[in-house]
């Protein structure tokens, strides 16, 4: 996820499979606590700099049947190397983030975007 959104206290934070209306109870939405939030040592949260985290789920009871049994949620494999994207692949990217008047997205937005293949050049 993007640092940005996340502070280093773990236990504050559930993360929400499924969720793609905010503010509407989902029935296919499960919630799972976290573990750990490691967040990028490079991040600069002035230039958004390395704006990156990992967050680490807790391990779930085997008897307990969240995400197991959700039509809505399924693992995503991590490509081989030989399988990752090259510029031009197009890929679909999602999140919250906000609108051009700065206001939240209640609704879960989506887009396609084409791989480039340096993005430090974009930013001059």
């Not at 750990?36 to 009871?61: C, F, G, M, R, S």
């Not at 206001?103 to 930013?123: E, R």
Request: hydrophobic share 35%.
């Amino acid at each position: 996820t993007a640092a940005h959104c996340v502070r280093p206290k773990p236990r504050s934070f559930r993360i929400k499979f499924s969720l793609w209306m905010k503010h509407r109870k989902q029935s296919t939405t499960d919630s799972i606590p976290v573990k750990n939030i490691i967040i990028h040592h490079k991040y600069n949260p002035q230039t958004y700099e390395n704006d990156i985290a990992l967050v680490q789920l807790e391990e779930l009871n085997l008897s307990d049947k969240c995400m197991q049994d959700n039509p809505a949620v399924r693992a995503v494999c991590v490509p081989w190397s030989t399988q990752q994207f090259q510029p031009n692949d197009t890929c679909t990217i999602s999140g919250w983030g906000r609108d051009r008047e700065g206001i939240s997205a209640a609704i879960l937005k989506w887009a396609n975007v084409t791989i480039i293949s340096d993005c430090q050049s974009y930013y001059k």
